[in-house]
């Protein structure tokens, strides 16, 4: 059971926009910790997409964007494209002195 | 460019040990703080253990704590995993990555290894 609750899929069609939820509590994205997203393509490890809640590293597209909210935190995905068709997991810091991150979504492009 | 490869999985019978190493280059290794994290068949992505910069401080996943010991050799640019008294549930793709910490509020792994397969059966 992951510390962080993400939903198991989502799925869209090319050129809508999906969103992904992050879930966490009081003692991590709660308590003020930032949320980060990471993209695992099918048979490759994960690449980091979005850090510090909403920023993205050099090369990613702006079509991702990323907020927190109170204990949540939502990842978009706009102008879906079918190689975005992967696995996603937010990640947060715990106060128990460890990261965690969410179960992981796999976004599926109809 | 940065580049993280892992290499030392393999299969290994329970209660056996591994090694995992993970050699970095395309970055000053001895600045940063190091992860592995942990992937099993089909499941999500576990946080396993920690090492700051120059291997003073170590941190453990409940898991894995009193078996498992990350260590570095800044001057080889290599981190390690020593794995004993191994165990099923312990079957897992090994990903080294690095500590993308910029502030008290602010953890996260800026890069990644591509991940060596540690299966643990008899």
């Known amino acids: 059971q992951s510390v962080l609750t993400q939903p198991p899929s989502v799925s869209g069609a090319p050129g809508q926009r999906v969103t992904i939820s992050c879930t966490g509590s009081?003692?991590?994205?709660?308590?003020?910790?930032?949320v980060h997203w990471y993209q695992q393509l099918p048979g490759t490890a994960p690449k980091l997409l979005i850090y510090?809640?909403?920023n993205r590293p050099s090369g990613v597209p702006d079509r991702f964007s990323g907020s927190k909210s109170g204990t949540s935190a939502s990842l978009a995905i706009t102008g879906l494209q079918a190689e975005d068709e992967a696995d996603y997991y937010c990640?947060?810091?715990?106060?128990?002195?460890?990261?965690?991150f969410g179960g992981g979504t796999k976004l599926t492009v109809l | 460019e940065v580049q993280l490869v892992e290499s030392g999985g393999g299969l290994v019978q329970p209660g056996g040990s591994l090694r995992l190493s993970c050699a970095a280059s395309?970055?000053?290794?001895?600045?940063?703080?190091m992860h592995w994290v942990r992937q099993a068949p089909g499941k999500g992505l576990v946080w396993v253990s920690r090492?700051?910069?120059?291997?003073?401080?170590?941190s453990y996943a409940d898991s894995v704590k009193g078996r498992f010991t990350i260590s570095r050799d800044n001057a080889k640019n290599t981190l390690y995993l020593q794995m004993n008294s191994l165990r099923a549930e312990d079957t897992a793709v090994y990903y080294c990555?690095?500590?993308?910490?910029?502030?008290?509020?602010?953890?996260?792994?800026?890069?990644w290894g591509q991940g060596t397969l540690v299966t643990v059966s008899s």
């Open positions: 990555a690095r500590d993308g910490a910029t502030t008290v509020t602010t953890f996260y792994f800026d890069y």
């Open positions: 395309g970055f000053t290794f001895s600045s940063y703080w």
């Open positions: 090492i700051n910069s120059d291997g003073s401080s170590t």
């Open positions: 009081s003692s991590n994205i709660g308590a003020g910790y930032d």
């Open positions: 510090g809640n909403s």
């Open positions: 990640q947060s810091y715990d106060s128990s002195l460890r990261r965690v």
